[in-house]
């Protein structure tokens, strides 16, 4: 059994852009918090085997998704939660003007940076 305090630290970066805190890790998956500053649009990525939940707790973002049936864009703000299921290319951005905040859930355990491949996305990204 675990039990962890989110640190005020970055960890690190996400291979799309966002400002990450590690959470917890486990056999199964791992969590960590994500925020993305003002009016920053992060790169489109894929991912070769791992999936994911996202769970917003501040602020305000959209994000696109598309996989082999269908392609969306979903208002992110508090409360809402998506899945980024394996091979779904995604994008996300902050619209709003304070920090975007969510949790985020990868199961597996994410592997590392080479888990993700970049590609062309809804909008153009600004880092």
């Given at each position: 059994?675990?039990?962890?305090?989110?640190?005020?630290?970055?960890?690190?970066?996400?291979?799309?852009?966002?400002?990450?805190?590690?959470?917890?890790?486990?056999?199964?998956?791992?969590?960590?918090?994500?925020?993305?500053?003002?009016?920053?649009?992060?790169?489109?990525?894929?991912?070769?085997?791992?999936?994911?939940?996202?769970?917003?707790?501040?602020?305000?973002?959209?994000?696109?998704r598309r996989d082999?049936?269908?392609?969306?864009?979903?208002?992110?703000?508090?409360?809402?939660?998506?899945?980024?299921?394996?091979?779904?290319?995604?994008?996300?951005?902050?619209?709003?003007?304070?920090?975007?905040?969510?949790?985020?859930?990868?199961?597996?355990?994410?592997?590392?940076?080479?888990?993700?491949?970049?590609?062309?996305?809804?909008?153009?990204?600004?880092?």
């Amino acid at each position: 059994m675990k039990e962890t305090t989110l640190s005020s630290a970055l960890d690190a970066k996400s291979p799309a852009g966002a400002d990450i805190r590690f959470i917890m890790d486990g056999a199964t998956g791992n969590m960590i918090h994500s925020t993305v500053p003002p009016r920053q649009t992060n790169r489109a990525t894929i991912h070769a085997t791992v999936s994911e939940f996202w769970y917003v707790l501040e602020g305000v973002g959209e994000i696109w998704r598309r996989d082999e049936i269908e392609e969306r864009v979903t208002a992110l703000v508090p409360g809402v939660s998506v899945d980024i299921p394996v091979g779904t290319a995604f994008q996300y951005r902050n619209v709003g003007d304070i920090p975007f905040k969510f949790i985020c859930i990868s199961m597996p355990p994410w592997p590392g940076d080479h888990e993700a491949s970049h590609l062309v996305g809804a909008w153009e990204p600004s880092i």
